[in-house]
C-alpha cells in the first residue's frame, strides 16, 4: 500500500469555524490531490498540488484553500467551515500526470 | 468539461458469475486514462485496473477485465467468478488533466 496518512480521520466543527485537514506520504510523489465524496457524485477535486508551493484549483475549489510547503505534506484549509463542507475528504497521490492516483484512508467531515 | 457517467447505481451478482459494470465517458481529447476504482466499506479507495486510450488491447487483471470502445467512449468493467469480497462500490474514472470520477456502482454480491 502507497504510505498515504491523513489526519484527522474524523472531525466535527461547527459553522464559522476553520479546518485544516493534513496529508502525509512517504513515497515522494510529485502530485498530490484533495477530493470530496458525496453521495450521488462519486469524487470531485477540490485542488492539486503539482510540486512543492505549486497549487491549482479543481472542479469545486471555492471554500477552500490549500498549502504544500514540503514535498510530503500537502493541506487543505476551510477558512470558515459551512454545512455544505459536510462530506468525506480524501488524499491522493500520483508520480505524474497519467499515472494512476493513489488514495488516503479518508477524514469524515461533519460541521453542525 | 470531461464527464463521466455510470448508468447503473446498484447491481446485484451471484458468487462465482460474472457481472458487468457500464461507464461511459465524454470527451474530445484523443490521448487520456481511464480507471476502475473500488471501494469497499472500510472507505479505501483501491485501484482495480487502467487503461490508456493509445492501447487497443483491453487490459486484464486476474478476474478483472475491461471492455474499451474508444469510437463508443465506453469503458465497462467485468468481473469474473465473482467473490464475496467484490462486493464494493465501483467508480469508474477518466484522466487526461484532471481526474473525473463518475457516480459510482454499488455491487452486491449473494452467496
Known amino acids: 500500500d502507497a504510505g498515504i496518512t491523513q489526519s484527522p480521520r474524523h472531525k466535527v466543527t461547527e459553522t464559522g469555524t476553520p479546518v485544516t485537514l493534513r496529508c502525509h506520504q512517504t513515497?515522494?510523489?510529485?502530485?498530490m490531490y484533495w477530493y470530496r465524496q458525496d453521495p450521488g457524485h462519486g469524487l470531485r477535486l477540490i485542488h492539486y498540488?503539482?510540486?512543492?508551493?505549486?497549487?491549482d484549483k479543481g472542479e469545486v475549489s471555492d471554500g477552500y484553500s490549500v498549502s504544500r510547503s514540503k514535498t510530503e505534506d500537502f493541506l487543505l484549509t476551510l477558512e470558515s467551515a459551512t454545512s455544505s463542507q459536510t462530506s468525506v475528504y480524501f488524499c491522493?497521490?500520483?508520480?505524474?500526470?497519467?499515472?494512476?492516483?493513489?488514495f488516503g484512508p479518508g477524514t469524515r467531515l461533519t460541521v453542525t | 468539461a470531461q464527464t463521466v457517467t455510470q448508468s447503473q447505481p446498484e447491481m446485484s451478482v451471484q458468487e462465482a458469475e460474472t457481472v458487468t459494470l457500464s461507464c461511459t465517458y465524454d470527451t474530445s481529447e484523443s490521448d487520456y486514462y481511464l480507471f476502475w476504482y473500488k471501494q469497499p466499506p472500510s472507505r479505501q479507495m483501491i485501484l482495480v485496473i487502467r487503461q490508456e486510450a493509445y492501447k487497443q488491447q483491453n487490459a486484464t487483471e486476474n478476474r478483472f477485465s475491461v471492455n474499451f470502445q474508444k469510437a463508443a467512449k465506453s469503458f465497462s468493467l467485468k468481473i469474473s467468478d465473482s467473490q464475496l469480497g467484490d462486493a464494493a462500490m465501483y467508480f469508474c474514472?477518466?484522466?487526461?488533466?484532471?481526474?473525473?470520477f463518475g457516480a459510482g456502482t454499488r455491487l452486491t454480491v449473494k452467496p
Open positions: 498540488s503539482y510540486g512543492v508551493k505549486d497549487t
Open positions: 491522493a497521490i500520483s508520480e505524474g500526470l497519467g499515472y494512476e492516483q493513489y
Open positions: 513515497e515522494n510523489h510529485r502530485y
Open positions: 474514472a477518466y484522466r487526461s488533466g484532471d481526474m473525473r
